[in-house]
């Protein structure tokens, strides 16, 4: 398994404004990933942060809207830009210490006003 | 395309006793892996179980179990002697072995409350 961490934990912020999510994973792993998590809802994939490469997007999630950075094979950001109230969400991010299995950090709660 | 689909959004059950709950996914694939997490009220997201599509013999872990029947495409899980900690959002997912991308296909979820 692994041991995920993300700062900040939770936030409010001001519409217009941007907040930088850290995720920091105790091994190092090939795959991570960030989700976002709508009140009562499921989890969507945003994108997959690729170490040394551009981050791959799902369809829907843009990079100059949520623009990802992977430094090296145990950290991760992501930025949530020029917020609105529906970008509101909790934010979790993944790694993939195996190929196939999947461990979750404690996720970020954003509310934007 | 994969979907998972979890019919039953609340379920509840009564400490100490048993609940099943259901899931079944679609997928042209031979060669997958099968998960339930679990999401508690601190929004946590943690494995509980994992299947291997390969591997006829259900899952188990300590007080849970899956009944994954490859054929029909389900995949429950069973809570035994069910602990007011078991109250959770339950999700259900599914990836493809053969995917370079790693992408993970969840369900909707199913709410269980363990009543005292």
């Known amino acids: 398994s692994a041991v995920i961490s993300q700062k900040p934990s939770r936030d409010i912020c001001q519409r217009g404004t941007s907040l930088t999510i850290q995720c920091q994973v105790d091994?190092?792993?090939?795959?991570m990933f960030w989700y976002r998590q709508q009140p009562g809802q499921s989890l969507t994939l945003i994108a997959t942060a690729n170490q040394g490469s551009e981050a791959t997007y799902e369809s829907g999630f843009v990079i100059d809207k949520f623009p990802i950075s992977r430094p090296n094979l145990t950290f991760s950001t992501l930025t949530v830009s020029n917020m609105s109230p529906e970008d509101s969400s909790i934010y979790l991010c993944?790694?993939?210490?195996?190929?196939?299995?999947?461990?979750f950090g404690p996720g970020t709660r954003l509310l934007v006003l | 395309a994969q979907t998972v689909t979890q019919s039953q959004p609340e379920m509840s059950v009564q400490e100490a006793e048993t609940v099943t709950l259901s899931c079944t996914y679609d997928?042209?694939?031979?060669?997958?892996?099968l998960f339930w997490y679990k999401q508690p009220p601190s929004r946590q997201m943690i494995l509980v179980i994992r299947?291997?599509?390969?591997?006829?013999q259900n899952a188990t872990e300590n007080r849970f179990s899956v009944n994954f029947q490859k054929a029909a495409k389900s995949f429950s899980l069973k809570i035994s002697d069910s602990q007011l900690g078991d109250t959770a959002m339950y999700f259900c997912a599914f990836i493809d072995r053969g995917s370079t991308l790693g992408r993970l296909y969840f369900g909707r979820g199913t709410q269980l409350t363990v009543w005292p």
């Open positions: 091994s190092q792993v090939t795959m």
């Open positions: 993944s790694a993939a210490v195996r190929q196939e299995t999947q461990y």
């Open positions: 299947q291997e599509a390969y591997k006829q």
């Open positions: 997928t042209s694939e031979n060669n997958y892996y």
